[in-house]
């Protein structure tokens, strides 16, 4: 049998790290960074005596990310302590939720490329507190513990084994990061560990209903790395089944630099981390009229805004579906519609160029350094004809490098466009000199020449002629002569 017979399952755990102050159990700061072992307390080391007590915006946001992914939310919910050893977190145990978690049953639809929507269920959201870091000495002579992290506030998101392919799981986790970031309960930083997953991969023979072992990809921070994980992992337990090999559940570390992933250790089950109530938390109860004042605060989510720019700005489907896949493109959308008066050239501006150069730069949508303001002055300048679309594409590279209003840009650079007649017909009469092919072809009825000619034109003025005026300037003067 080949890998076409064989069908991928797919289920995600993604940590979500709380844009919260303080930690969970403690009012040591949640701030990225520092030095090692200055953020951390009694509390957070689990010095003998000490006790937690419950951050309660920590559960405000997890009910936010509940009611913002369709999730019921429990009235009576407690805090478990897993059981099994962190080296990098004190207690030997961490506290989480186990049988009553904050959320449950929510879903989440995503589309495909082709606009095929598909619901991924939400089996929990549940809050529980992170594991410090080690630091490994590069000589292998030990390892440091860092604490800073440990006690940072943490909801962990479950899904259901919906997912049958590497690019419906990146899809899934671009919304369930998107929503995150509409809410404000996360900076969903991945190059910081603020958005992780551990990634479930099992698979089974096309057409049957019992899944297959899985093995589990701890702690991963790239949409790119999940996607070649996962690809990688399906391929290799379809040829271990292949070879009459049976798959053991295990977890496993994804080398990014080989592609390859390596066992770390047998995997565990639920039963293996010895649950029990927290007996130093009491349990959390949430009256009705404190789920429903969330509700009330929750803004305007990506689906309901996504409606909104195709009915009110008619946006296509497409446009509106990349706006509002971040809500840092959504912010700069707004405010940059707000200025120009033009919302489908500021789209085409976000999807195209800006996409293009934040791939280059490999960053997501939260590096642009530049504002709405500064972006809508660009489309504004190009509508009004002050700059070409060319320039406007020059003008946006040095936004990304010196961001500043974009009128100063073209003015220290000398971008402004030329539009005035007399200039512009003595670079047409030039090029029509040096191309006379291309005025025969024209005649001959190859209207394509045209282009030519205007691009050489606008090679003579730097790009910076009126492209509209050359065009007809050409026109004109080919039927006169």
Request: glycine share 6%.
């Amino acid at each position: 049998m080949s890998r076409e017979d064989y069908e991928v399952v797919i289920g995600l755990e993604v940590h979500c790290e709380l844009s919260t102050k303080t930690k969970i159990f403690c009012s040591c700061p949640t701030e990225f960074g520092g030095e090692p072992n200055t953020h951390c307390c009694p509390v957070c080391m689990a010095m003998p005596g000490t006790l937690p007590v419950l951050n309660e915006k920590v559960v405000e946001y997890a009910v936010k990310a509940g009611l913002a992914t369709n999730c019921k939310i429990a009235r009576n919910s407690k805090n478990d302590r897993k059981n099994y050893f962190y080296p990098d977190l004190p207690k030997s145990y961490q506290i989480s939720q186990y049988d009553m978690p904050l959320c449950y049953e929510g879903s989440v639809e995503i589309e495909d490329e082709n606009g095929e929507k598909k619901t991924i269920r939400i089996t929990r959201i549940h809050i529980e507190e992170d594991a410090g870091k080690l630091n490994h000495d590069e000589y292998g002579r030990g390892s440091f513990v860092d604490l800073n992290r440990a006690g940072v506030p943490l909801i962990e998101v479950v899904s259901e084994p919906d997912i049958r392919s590497a690019e419906e799981a990146e899809t899934y986790l671009r919304k369930l990061k998107s929503i995150f970031e509409y809410i404000q309960i996360s900076d969903c930083k991945m190059q910081e560990g603020s958005l992780r997953a551990d990634v479930n991969v099992s698979v089974r023979k096309k057409g049957s209903n019992e899944f297959g072992t899985r093995t589990e990809m701890k702690n991963m921070n790239s949409f790119r790395s999940i996607v070649r994980a996962i690809k990688y992992e399906a391929d290799r337990q379809v040829e271990e089944i292949e070879r009459g090999n049976t798959i053991t559940q295990e977890t496993l570390r994804w080398d990014d630099i080989s592609g390859k992933t390596f066992p770390m250790r047998d995997k565990e089950d639920a039963q293996d981390y010895r649950y029990f109530p927290d007996p130093d938390l009491v349990a959390i109860k949430l009256s009705d009229e404190y789920i429903e004042n969330i509700k009330k605060e929750l803004p305007e989510l990506p689906e309901v805004k996504k409606a909104r720019y195709i009915e009110d700005f008619e946006l296509s489907q497409k446009a509106a579906n990349f706006v509002t896949s971040s809500k840092y493109y959504s912010d700069i959308f707004d405010i940059a519609t707000e200025k120009s008066h033009n919302p489908k050239a500021v789209s085409n501006w976000l999807m195209s160029d800006v996409a293009r150069i934040l791939n280059e730069k490999e960053e997501e949508a939260d590096k642009i350094p530049f504002t709405g303001e500064q972006l809508g002055e660009l489309v504004e300048l190009i509508d009004k004809g002050t700059i070409s679309n060319s320039i406007g594409k020059k003008v946006l590279d040095e936004l990304f490098e010196n961001p500043k209003a974009p009128s100063k840009i073209i003015e220290e650079k000398g971008w402004i466009q030329i539009s005035d007649e007399g200039a512009i017909k003595e670079v047409v009469l030039k090029v029509l000199q040096n191309n006379p092919q291309s005025v025969a072809d024209y005649k001959g009825g190859k209207d394509k020449a045209i282009g030519f000619l205007v691009g050489q034109a606008m090679k003579e003025t730097k790009g910076k002629a009126n492209p509209q005026m050359l065009n007809k300037m050409f026109i004109d003067e080919i039927k006169n002569m």
